[in-house]
Protein backbone atom coordinates (compact mmCIF):
# COMPACT_ATOMS: atom_id res chain seq x y z
CA UNK A 1 0.00 0.00 0.00
CA UNK A 2 3.11 2.48 0.55
CA UNK A 3 3.80 1.74 -2.65
CA UNK A 4 0.99 2.64 -4.34
CA UNK A 5 0.22 5.82 -2.44
CA UNK A 6 4.24 6.79 -3.14
CA UNK A 7 3.18 5.99 -7.05
CA UNK A 8 0.13 7.32 -7.14
CA UNK A 9 1.69 11.09 -5.64
CA UNK A 10 4.25 11.05 -8.06
CA UNK A 11 1.82 10.41 -10.99
CA UNK A 12 -0.78 12.26 -9.69
CA UNK A 13 -3.15 10.08 -11.25
CA UNK A 14 -5.05 6.74 -10.46
CA UNK A 15 -3.17 3.62 -10.09
CA UNK A 16 -4.39 0.50 -11.35
CA UNK A 17 -6.32 -0.88 -8.40
CA UNK A 18 -8.15 2.43 -8.64
CA UNK A 19 -9.61 2.55 -11.76
CA UNK A 20 -11.47 2.71 -13.74
CA UNK A 21 -12.93 5.86 -12.59
CA UNK A 22 -15.50 7.00 -14.68
CA UNK A 23 -15.31 10.60 -16.36
CA UNK A 24 -18.29 12.54 -14.86
CA UNK A 25 -16.63 12.29 -11.41
CA UNK A 26 -15.92 15.76 -10.41
CA UNK A 27 -12.96 16.84 -8.69
CA UNK A 28 -11.09 13.46 -10.15
CA UNK A 29 -7.33 14.86 -10.09
CA UNK A 30 -8.14 15.59 -6.23
CA UNK A 31 -9.73 12.54 -5.21
CA UNK A 32 -6.90 10.48 -7.04
CA UNK A 33 -4.88 12.30 -4.72
CA UNK A 34 -6.48 11.09 -1.73
CA UNK A 35 -6.81 7.64 -2.69
CA UNK A 36 -2.60 7.83 -2.89
CA UNK A 37 -2.35 9.35 1.01
CA UNK A 38 -4.76 6.95 2.07
CA UNK A 39 -2.56 4.29 0.54
CA UNK A 40 0.33 5.63 2.03
CA UNK A 41 -0.57 6.50 5.07
CA UNK A 42 -2.67 3.31 6.00
CA UNK A 43 -0.04 1.03 4.83
CA UNK A 44 2.96 3.34 6.61
CA UNK A 45 0.32 3.13 9.94
CA UNK A 46 0.30 -0.71 9.88
CA UNK A 47 3.55 -0.92 10.88
CA UNK A 48 2.82 1.12 14.25
CA UNK A 49 1.62 -0.93 16.66
CA UNK A 50 -0.88 2.18 18.28
CA UNK A 51 -1.95 2.77 14.51
CA UNK A 52 -2.54 -0.40 13.46
CA UNK A 53 -6.66 -0.72 14.59
CA UNK A 54 -7.13 2.98 12.73
CA UNK A 55 -5.21 2.11 9.60
CA UNK A 56 -6.96 -0.81 9.30
CA UNK A 57 -10.14 0.89 9.97
CA UNK A 58 -9.72 3.67 7.12
CA UNK A 59 -8.81 1.48 4.64
CA UNK A 60 -11.37 -1.31 4.56
CA UNK A 61 -13.86 1.47 4.63
CA UNK A 62 -12.47 2.66 2.15
CA UNK A 63 -11.34 0.25 -0.17
CA UNK A 64 -14.96 -1.13 0.73
CA UNK A 65 -16.92 2.56 -0.27
CA UNK A 66 -14.82 2.55 -3.53
CA UNK A 67 -16.24 -1.43 -4.72
CA UNK A 68 -18.98 -0.08 -4.10
CA UNK A 69 -19.31 3.32 -5.99
CA UNK A 70 -16.77 2.83 -8.17
CA UNK A 71 -16.54 -0.78 -9.43
CA UNK A 72 -19.99 -2.65 -8.99
CA UNK A 73 -21.46 0.46 -11.45
CA UNK A 74 -18.91 -1.41 -14.09
CA UNK A 75 -21.28 -4.37 -13.57
CA UNK A 76 -24.52 -2.95 -14.01
CA UNK A 77 -23.62 -0.98 -17.20
CA UNK A 78 -21.68 -4.19 -18.71
CA UNK A 79 -23.39 -7.53 -17.10
CA UNK A 80 -22.37 -9.37 -20.20
CA UNK A 81 -18.55 -8.73 -20.05
CA UNK A 82 -16.51 -10.96 -17.29
CA UNK A 83 -13.73 -8.36 -17.41
CA UNK A 84 -16.37 -6.19 -15.51
CA UNK A 85 -16.31 -8.83 -12.89
CA UNK A 86 -12.28 -8.88 -12.97
CA UNK A 87 -12.20 -5.31 -12.43
CA UNK A 88 -14.78 -6.19 -8.97
CA UNK A 89 -12.80 -9.10 -8.47
CA UNK A 90 -8.90 -6.92 -7.78
CA UNK A 91 -10.63 -4.82 -5.68
CA UNK A 92 -12.90 -7.25 -3.53
CA UNK A 93 -9.30 -9.21 -2.99
CA UNK A 94 -8.12 -6.04 -1.50
CA UNK A 95 -11.07 -5.12 0.29
CA UNK A 96 -11.09 -8.77 1.74
CA UNK A 97 -7.18 -8.88 3.12
CA UNK A 98 -8.52 -4.88 4.65
CA UNK A 99 -11.58 -6.67 6.07
CA UNK A 100 -9.47 -9.41 8.09
CA UNK A 101 -7.37 -7.33 9.73
CA UNK A 102 -9.69 -4.85 10.49
CA UNK A 103 -11.89 -7.47 12.31
CA UNK A 104 -8.94 -8.68 13.93
CA UNK A 105 -7.64 -5.21 15.13
CA UNK A 106 -11.39 -3.78 15.77
CA UNK A 107 -11.60 -2.00 19.11
CA UNK A 108 -14.16 -1.88 21.54
CA UNK A 109 -15.94 1.23 19.89
CA UNK A 110 -15.72 -0.76 16.34
CA UNK A 111 -17.75 -3.68 18.28
CA UNK A 112 -20.34 -1.65 19.60
CA UNK A 113 -20.90 -0.04 16.21
CA UNK A 114 -19.94 -2.35 13.75
CA UNK A 115 -20.43 -5.92 14.99
CA UNK A 116 -21.54 -7.54 12.07
CA UNK A 117 -18.14 -6.61 10.46
CA UNK A 118 -15.88 -7.79 12.83
CA UNK A 119 -15.22 -10.95 14.85
CA UNK A 120 -15.45 -14.22 13.31
CA UNK A 121 -18.85 -13.45 11.34
CA UNK A 122 -16.38 -10.95 9.61
CA UNK A 123 -13.56 -13.04 8.95
CA UNK A 124 -16.33 -15.46 7.17
CA UNK A 125 -17.86 -12.57 5.53
CA UNK A 126 -14.33 -11.54 4.47
CA UNK A 127 -13.65 -15.18 2.82
CA UNK A 128 -16.94 -15.47 0.88
CA UNK A 129 -15.71 -11.98 -1.06
CA UNK A 130 -12.49 -13.27 -1.50
CA UNK A 131 -14.26 -16.58 -2.73
CA UNK A 132 -16.19 -14.63 -5.42
CA UNK A 133 -13.15 -12.50 -6.52
CA UNK A 134 -11.42 -16.05 -7.52
CA UNK A 135 -14.35 -17.29 -9.40
CA UNK A 136 -14.28 -13.77 -11.22
CA UNK A 137 -10.85 -14.23 -11.90
CA UNK A 138 -11.19 -17.75 -12.97
CA UNK A 139 -13.57 -16.83 -15.75
CA UNK A 140 -11.39 -14.31 -16.79
CA UNK A 141 -8.97 -17.03 -17.73
CA UNK A 142 -11.09 -18.47 -19.85
CA UNK A 143 -12.79 -15.60 -21.89
CA UNK A 144 -9.66 -13.67 -22.16
CA UNK A 145 -7.48 -16.71 -23.14
CA UNK A 146 -5.78 -15.00 -25.83
CA UNK A 147 -4.45 -12.75 -23.55
CA UNK A 148 -4.09 -15.54 -20.54
CA UNK A 149 -1.84 -17.54 -22.62
CA UNK A 150 0.82 -15.50 -23.81
CA UNK A 151 1.79 -14.19 -20.42
CA UNK A 152 2.72 -17.73 -19.73
CA UNK A 153 6.91 -17.61 -19.55
CA UNK A 154 8.39 -19.45 -22.70
CA UNK A 155 10.36 -21.83 -21.37
CA UNK A 156 6.96 -23.29 -20.19
CA UNK A 157 5.45 -25.67 -22.72
CA UNK A 158 1.95 -25.93 -23.30
CA UNK A 159 0.95 -22.48 -23.08
CA UNK A 160 -2.81 -22.76 -23.30
CA UNK A 161 -2.96 -25.34 -20.81
CA UNK A 162 -1.68 -23.54 -18.63
CA UNK A 163 -4.15 -20.51 -19.14
CA UNK A 164 -6.62 -23.08 -18.81
CA UNK A 165 -5.00 -25.28 -15.63
CA UNK A 166 -5.26 -21.86 -13.64
CA UNK A 167 -8.37 -20.62 -14.65
CA UNK A 168 -9.41 -23.87 -13.12
CA UNK A 169 -7.50 -23.56 -10.02
CA UNK A 170 -9.15 -20.02 -9.50
CA UNK A 171 -13.22 -21.48 -10.16
CA UNK A 172 -11.87 -24.30 -7.53
CA UNK A 173 -10.19 -22.40 -4.59
CA UNK A 174 -13.35 -19.78 -4.64
CA UNK A 175 -16.13 -22.54 -4.61
CA UNK A 176 -13.94 -24.51 -2.14
CA UNK A 177 -13.56 -21.26 0.11
CA UNK A 178 -17.08 -20.43 -0.03
CA UNK A 179 -18.93 -23.81 0.42
CA UNK A 180 -15.65 -24.35 3.44
CA UNK A 181 -14.20 -27.25 1.64
CA UNK A 182 -10.87 -27.74 2.32
CA UNK A 183 -11.06 -23.89 2.81
CA UNK A 184 -7.53 -23.09 4.27
CA UNK A 185 -5.75 -25.17 1.41
CA UNK A 186 -7.57 -23.34 -1.02
CA UNK A 187 -6.94 -19.99 0.14
CA UNK A 188 -2.97 -20.69 0.55
CA UNK A 189 -2.71 -21.99 -2.72
CA UNK A 190 -4.60 -19.51 -4.42
CA UNK A 191 -2.32 -16.55 -2.75
CA UNK A 192 0.85 -18.65 -3.99
CA UNK A 193 -0.53 -18.45 -7.11
CA UNK A 194 -0.91 -14.84 -7.23
CA UNK A 195 2.92 -14.66 -5.73
CA UNK A 196 3.68 -17.21 -8.56
CA UNK A 197 2.04 -14.44 -11.31
CA UNK A 198 4.45 -11.92 -9.48
CA UNK A 199 7.54 -13.78 -9.86
CA UNK A 200 7.42 -15.86 -13.12
CA UNK A 201 5.54 -13.25 -15.69
CA UNK A 202 5.66 -9.56 -14.05
CA UNK A 203 8.98 -9.41 -12.57
CA UNK A 204 10.86 -10.89 -14.91
CA UNK A 205 9.12 -8.74 -17.57
CA UNK A 206 10.30 -5.64 -15.98
CA UNK A 207 13.93 -6.81 -15.47
CA UNK A 208 14.31 -7.76 -18.92
CA UNK A 209 13.65 -4.27 -20.26
CA UNK A 210 9.86 -4.93 -20.84
CA UNK A 211 9.10 -1.33 -18.98
CA UNK A 212 5.37 -0.04 -19.74
CA UNK A 213 2.81 1.45 -17.93
CA UNK A 214 0.38 -1.72 -18.21
CA UNK A 215 3.49 -3.85 -17.15
CA UNK A 216 4.61 -1.37 -13.97
CA UNK A 217 0.82 -1.73 -13.15
CA UNK A 218 0.30 -5.28 -13.53
CA UNK A 219 3.22 -5.68 -11.45
CA UNK A 220 2.65 -3.84 -7.95
CA UNK A 221 -1.05 -4.89 -8.74
CA UNK A 222 -0.13 -8.25 -8.46
CA UNK A 223 1.68 -7.42 -5.58
CA UNK A 224 -0.78 -6.16 -3.57
CA UNK A 225 -3.31 -9.09 -4.58
CA UNK A 226 -0.47 -11.40 -3.19
CA UNK A 227 -0.28 -9.42 0.37
CA UNK A 228 -3.93 -9.23 0.43
CA UNK A 229 -4.64 -13.09 -0.66
CA UNK A 230 -1.90 -13.86 2.32
CA UNK A 231 -3.58 -12.12 5.00
CA UNK A 232 -7.05 -13.78 4.06
CA UNK A 233 -5.27 -17.62 3.93
CA UNK A 234 -3.66 -16.51 7.47
CA UNK A 235 -7.10 -16.17 9.07
CA UNK A 236 -7.32 -19.90 8.27
CA UNK A 237 -4.45 -20.52 11.03
CA UNK A 238 -5.32 -22.99 13.43
CA UNK A 239 -7.60 -24.88 11.12
CA UNK A 240 -7.04 -28.36 9.78
CA UNK A 241 -5.77 -28.40 5.62
CA UNK A 242 -8.83 -30.44 4.82
CA UNK A 243 -11.81 -29.05 7.45
CA UNK A 244 -15.16 -29.18 6.30
CA UNK A 245 -17.13 -26.36 7.65
CA UNK A 246 -15.70 -23.19 9.64
CA UNK A 247 -13.98 -24.63 12.42
Not at 130 to 146: E, M, R, V
Request: overall charge positive.
Amino acid sequence: MIALGIIGLIEGGFTVIWQPVFDHVPAAGALAYLCAFVSLACGAGLFWRRATAPAARVLFVYLLLWLLVFKLPVIVQSPGVEGSYQYCGEMAVVVAGAWVLYARFATDGDRRWLGFAIGDQGVRMARVLYGLALIAFGLSHFAYLNLTAPLVPGWLPAHVFWAYFTGGAYLAAGVAIIIGVCARLAAALSALQMGLFLLLIWVPMVAAGHISAFNWGETYATWVLTAAAWVVADSYRGMRWLAVGNR
